[in-house]
């Protein structure tokens, strides 16, 4: 009967632990890894108007006459939104001086009146939907209504826009 030495058996067990290492180290290497990552991120709320055209020529308007236009703004919202409009009474005539009119200027609002545009903003639209990308063009209507007591001339003044996101 033969003996195997203790030698011999710690090279047989050396040789088979050092073949599954490496059987095990091939099969991990070889297959596809994965890990899952959380992402965090926030999107902010955003509110675009632009204007369609940057200036508006009322035709002329004789006193106790009304002459209509519409103005279109494009808005674009990823919540809901309103839209105001606001202006003054005071206007720079022919020769750059400030003065008051008498001739009003009026937006259509969204409860279906003509509004005097004032110091106060006008409410137009309200509790809007969002928009898509492309946005969405809105039509304004605004009249003129020529007073007596304002001098013939040409006048100038603003009309301030203001889309107001509703978060």
Known sequence: MKF?????LFRVFLLFGLISVVLSLVCVCNGASAETMLVSFAVEPCAILDLTVSNLVFPPVYPGEVVDEVVQVLVKSNVMWELRVKGSQSAENQDGTVVTVA??????DYLGYWENISDVLARVMVNQAPTDSDGLIIDIPLRLQGDFSDPPGTYLTEIEFTLVPQI
């Open 103 to 108: 001739s009003k200027i009026q937006v259509y």
């Open 4 to 8: 195997v030495s203790i030698h011999h």
